[in-house]
């Protein structure tokens, strides 16, 4: 797809002008960096723990945040040799010892522990690693957070404003994070395609004819295949796809969102308008017009981290579409949505209602055997609607156990494959709605996510 | 499937004294067939038809008919040499002049012209036929026909009783007839079984565990391959599958009809209690117990024979099916019945109802041109419930054209192929019944094809 249109400026400046921070939040910013940078080596110092300092990372060590996102990452670094426990140990402490000034702490769990604090209005992670050689001795996978830093430092000056750019058009589109609920772009995946295509404009010109399999290798070192849409060589680390968590259809939604922008250039496509949730009576009409059948499960959200939430939740929605294909139910689509209080796994069938005769096939004439089995089990037997031959095989046209969709679900899906926390909130109880009975989920944000749905 | 059973003697006796033909029976074809051949010599004479003679064929000339069976095929035969427009004009003629003392006479066609009779009772069919020196020279298929005769009686002397047992427990499965309706074992075929095994129970226990491709080839001859269920070569012609009609499901029910029937050896196996139509009560109930929808085509009969009629609506059962599929319609099992005056394509379907709303599946995104071709139709479209992607494709919800499936056929079933003589009758005018509906078709016939059918 050729596209020469080449962006206003006027737009460009209208967004970074949003977007980029002034210079007073970068005084602060950077003030509150150093702040903390001093606050870890003097907790080190002050618990006796030798060799262990600071490190900046993130965006805002690299001049790419966006304007308004006061998240500040600080590495607490510990030598090499230090064992797992240790790392653990002694960086909750010096963590915990840094914290003791903020306005909220809340204990963290990824591969490792960390901590996440609240400091002068600033959302900080102080994060325990390991100093390693190079990449290729990793001990954790946050060690190669540092490792990324400093490649992007010495590369991105002067495309400060494209980062900004692309990572707020990301933002409008809605592709933006690579968080497990996302599955989009991150930071640094975003950073590493403005160097590699130069600009904004240059990276949405390429983006707008990709196709799965697109593949970038800055340092042209790759040392492993990868089945991703976009596989973007890591510089700092031959073997790691830096897009690995990118989806097909975030990757799809990206290339679609450039070309529709590089034809239409609008301030809209970085800012959109926000989605007003849909009232009582636009969910009841829309409902009624499309008639066919909504399901909702609803249960308590768990109480642990999206990246934690999130991957049960698409494993819990699966075994939900499987399960009811599995019972003969057709779906249309199937959704998630997870408020403070509730979740619903969201589906759409073609029907929530089968006949009460089920085709049940046998096995073919001729395996003697087994279909002399299936005809002695089945032939005579009183609630067997009738019995014949098709295609060669045994036929019973036997009572559906579920023929409705929603006993079914009440009936078999808390043994579903639902993950340990979810599964455990579906066995405390879990509701399933049907059609009009969706206006019992009051949330406006489960109301937004019924606009795209419905 | 091993089973040592022996079927009991006495059953075969009470069998045999219903349906082997008496002495005074057997004298009466005799004669009859005597009496037409010689009406059929003279008639050539009369004629001034040189080389023109009756040949005696069928199981009325080699001893295996059924009892009852008044059926006695003449055919007229004529010098290889005569030309087909010959064949058919004094073939004809010679027919017709041996009909005169005819009680009815019927003109009917197959490859060729032939006159079905009824004469003293008997149902006789006057084929005129080429008298060829082998059936590599064949120049009609009535030709072969002879051939079989000749091979049969050769071989069949002390077995009629053993053919007569196979035909009768054939009629009694639903499997005896060649015709295109039936699709089942033509008497030849089963002549050549009893032949090939050597009595009716050894083919019972033969047939038991007989498997698709099951190869019988008694002069070990074959110069084809056949992807038929059961390949009988022809004794008399290498390149010919005997059992070519015999349909997948009619071969597997006869073998079920033999494994039930060496494990519980009955008179009713070969004379079944005739089925009851079901009673406007019944066909209520049956259709409310199973849910499903039911949906029946209801057109004029055309006037033709069976073997016309059958394999287009045959075709036209499968255009319907195929039609429903094509809208999205599942379908648990369809069927054709035909009577003196109305025909009947009947279908069951999970449901006569799909949503307004349907799931439009366009290109993958990354096909930029057909992409954008098709966004730009649907996105913005006023009818389009929702635009997204989906495992990489577009996908529009758009409004169903056909959301019930009675309307989808009155629309377009009569531009299905459906055949010469089934599409006239339809284009001028048929009905779609849905469910209750079913109960304005009163002919007994169909109400016990329904008894099977819910």
């Given at each position: ?54 490190k900046m990372v993130g965006s805002a060590a690299r ?104 990572k707020q058009f990301m933002r409008g589109s809605g ?280």
């Amino acid at each position: 797809m050729k596209n020469e249109t080449t962006i206003p400026e006027e737009l460009k400046k209208r967004v970074l002008e949003k977007i980029r921070p002034d210079a007073s939040e970068r005084t602060r910013l950077l003030a509150v960096q150093v702040e903390l940078a001093e606050k870890v080596n003097r907790a080190a110092e002050t618990l006796g723990i030798k060799a262990v300092f600071a490190k900046m990372v993130g965006s805002a060590a690299r001049g790419t945040w966006l304007s308004g996102t006061h998240d500040i990452d600080i590495f607490i670094s510990f030598p090499e040799e230090t064992s797992r426990a240790d790392l653990e140990k002694k960086g909750m402490a010096v963590a915990r010892e840094v914290a003791k000034t903020a306005s909220r702490i809340e204990d963290r769990h990824a591969e490792h522990p960390y901590l996440n604090i609240i400091y002068k209005g600033f959302d900080i992670d102080l994060v325990p690693c390991f100093r390693v050689a190079s990449t290729s001795s990793l001990k954790s996978a946050v060690d190669r957070t540092p490792f990324h830093n400093e490649f992007v430092k010495k590369r991105i000056k002067g495309l400060e404003a494209e980062v900004l750019l692309l990572k707020q058009f990301m933002r409008g589109s809605g592709v933006y994070g690579s968080e497990l609920k996302t599955r989009g772009f991150s930071g640094y995946l975003t950073e590493l395609l403005v160097i590699n295509y130069g600009s904004f404009e240059n990276t949405l010109k390429a983006a707008a004819s990709w196709s799965p399999g697109e593949f970038i290798d800055l340092e042209a070192h790759a040392s492993l295949s990868h089945p991703d849409p976009l596989v973007m060589v890591d510089p700092t680390d031959p073997k790691r796809n830096v897009a690995a968590a990118l989806s097909l259809d975030k990757f799809c939604l990206f290339m679609a969102s450039c070309r529709a922008f590089l034809k239409d250039p609008t301030f809209e496509a970085f800012f959109p308008v926000p989605v007003k949730p849909l009232t009582e009576a636009e969910i009841s009409e829309k409902i009624k017009a499309r008639q066919s059948a909504q399901l909702a499960l609803s249960f308590k959200t768990p109480d642990v981290v999206e990246d934690v939430l999130f991957p049960q939740l698409y494993k819990s929605e699966q075994a939900a579409v499987t399960l009811l294909e599995e019972y003969e139910f057709s779906h249309l689509k199937s959704g998630v949505w997870a408020g403070k209080t509730k979740t619903i796994i969201l589906l759409e069938l073609i029907s929530n209602k089968l006949p009460k005769v089920k085709k049940h096939i046998g096995p073919p004439v001729w395996l003697s055997s087994n279909a002399e089995k299936f005809r002695a089990k089945y032939e005579k037997k009183e609630d067997v609607f009738s019995f014949y031959i098709e295609k060669g095989r045994y036929v019973a046209e036997i009572k559906r156990k579920y023929p409705e969709a929603a006993t079914l679900l009440k009936a078999k899906f808390p043994d579903c494959p639902l993950g340990k926390h979810i599964g455990k909130s579906v066995r405390q109880g879990f509701e399933v709605l049907e059609n009009e009975e969706l206006l019992r989920l009051e949330d406006p944000g489960f109301r937004i996510f019924l606009k795209k749905w419905l």
